[in-house]
C-alpha cells in the first residue's frame, strides 16, 4: 500500500502511498498518490468535506478499490497562521514540493503589512506558469446568452510575465523618476506625475506556455489553437508573443500542427487530414468572437492579462462563474484550486456552492490520468444541475429548482454517480 514517509510536515504524518512523479512536465501517478490538500477559508472548510466526499465516491466507483488517494492536509491562510503562526508555513511548501499535484480551497488575502497574496506566493515559488481555465457549459445553468453551449474552451494564461509581474512604481517616487529620464535619454516622454509599470514578455516564457497548450490540444482530439494577443498595439510584448508561438508550433510541431494561413495558402482552405490548426486573434477581437462564434475556439493561449480578463468573460458567458474551475501547471508541481474567494458571510452555514472546487479536482483527477474517475463526476454534477437540485447561488436564479446545503448538494452528486 506505499511506502512509509518518516518526515512529519505542520507536525502531522504523512498516509500511506506514494508520491506522483513528473517526467518532461507530465505526472505518472501511482494507484495510491499522496495529494496534499488545503481546504482553504471561510467557506473552504464547508466546500473540502463536501467536495473530498465526491472525489472519493467517484475514484471509489471509477476503480472498485484499486486505486485512492491518500489525502494530506497542509496549511495555508487563517488556520495555519492561527495553528502555526504563519500564512504560509515552510512545512506547507516542502510538502507539496515533494508530492508534486496538489488542491486548494479559497484563502484570504491577508490585508496590509507586506503580506503577499497566498495564491500569487505559491504560483512564484512552484514557478506554476501555467494557469488553465477549461470552460464549458452545464446544461441547465441560468447563461447571459441564447446559446451557452457552443463555448468549450480551454484557457492557457501565461501566469509569471506581463503587468503581472509586480515591476510597478507610483508616481513621484525616485524609481519613476529615474524610468522617465532614461526613457527621456531614448527619446520618448513620461508626464512627471505617471505611475510606472514594467511589462515583460519572454520568447521562453512565451514558448513554454505555448508549448503547453499545443500539447493540451493534441492530447484531447481539440481542433485548434488560439493565440490571442494585443500585438497590433504591442508589438515587441504581445505581438512577440503571438510569433514566438508560430515559431514555436513551427519548430516543434510541424508534423501535428498547421497554421490557419497555411490552410488557405497552400490547402484551398481544408485543413489537412489529422493536423491541428494554430491561428491568432487580437484581444478585442477574441472578445467578440466567443460571443459571436464561440464553436469555432478551442483551445487559446494567451498572455496574462488577456487571460485574465478572457477567462471570467468566458465563464459567465456559461454561467458558470461560480462553479469555473481552474489550475496552475508547471513542469514538476501544479495546484488546482477554486477560483471564487472565501466567501466569508456564508462560512460554517453549509449554503456555499462547492461546484468549483469539485471541478477543479476533476481537472486534477485528468492530470493524474484518472478520466473514468474525471467523467464520473461531470456526468454526475451536470445530471445534478439537470434535476434542479442546486444550491443557492443557483437556485435563486432557476425556475422551480430545488436548493439544496453544500453537503446535500455533494449527496445528490455521489447519488447521481449511479443514475
Ligand atoms: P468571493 O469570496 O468570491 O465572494 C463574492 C461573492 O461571490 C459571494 O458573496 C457570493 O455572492 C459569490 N460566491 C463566491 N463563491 C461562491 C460559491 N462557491 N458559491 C456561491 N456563491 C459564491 O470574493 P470576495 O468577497 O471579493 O473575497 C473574499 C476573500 O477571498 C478575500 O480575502 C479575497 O482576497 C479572497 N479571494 C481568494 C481567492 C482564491 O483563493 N483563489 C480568489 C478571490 C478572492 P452572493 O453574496 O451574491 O451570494
Known sequence: MGQVIEKRYNGLEVPAGEKVKFVDGRALCPDTPIIPFIEGDGTGRDIWRASKRVFDAAVQKAYGGKRSIAWFEVFAGEKANENFGSWLPEDTLEA?????????????????????????TLRQVFDLYCCV????????VPSPVVAPEKLDVVIYRENTEDVYAG???????????KLAD?????????????????????????????????????????????????????????????DWGYQLAAEEFSAQVVSEEKVWAEHDGKVPQGKIVINDRIADSMFQQVLTRPDEYSVIATTNLNGDYLSDACAAQ??????????????????????????????????????????????????????????????????TIQKKQVTYDLERLMKGATKLKTSEFASAIIDNMSA
Open 182 to 242: 532614461l526613457i527621456e535619454s531614448f527619446g520618448r516622454k513620461i508626464r512627471p506625475d505617471s505611475g510606472i509599470g514594467i511589462k515583460p514578455v519572454s520568447k521562453f516564457g512565451s514558448q513554454r506556455l505555448v508549448r503547453r497548450a499545443i500539447q493540451y490540444a493534441l492530447e484531447h482530439g481539440r481542433r485548434t489553437v488560439t493565440l490571442v494577443h494585443k500585438g497590433n498595439i504591442q508589438k515587441f510584448t504581445e505581438g512577440a508573443f503571438r
Open 167 to 177: 515591476i510597478e512604481y507610483p508616481a513621484g517616487s525616485p524609481e519613476a523618476a
Open 96 to 120: 507539496i514540493k515533494e508530492f508534486g499535484v496538489a488542491i486548494k480551497g479559497p484563502l484570504t488575502t491577508p490585508v496590509g503589512g507586506g503580506i503577499r497574496s497566498l495564491n500569487v
Open 133 to 140: 481555465r477549461p470552460v464549458r457549459y452545464f446544461a441547465g
Open 318 to 383: 456559461v454561467g458558470g462563474l461560480g462553479i469555473a474551475p481552474g489550475a496552475n501547471i508547471g513542469d514538476s508541481c501544479a495546484i488546482f484550486e477554486a477560483t471564487h474567494g472565501t466567501a466569508p458571510k456564508y462560512a460554517d452555514k453549509d449554503v456555499i456552492n462547492p461546484g468549483s472546487v469539485i471541478l477543479s479536482g476533476a481537472m486534477m483527477l485528468e492530470f493524474l490520468g484518472w478520466t473514468e474517475a474525471r467523467e464520473l463526476i461531470h456526468r454526475a454534477l451536470g445530471t
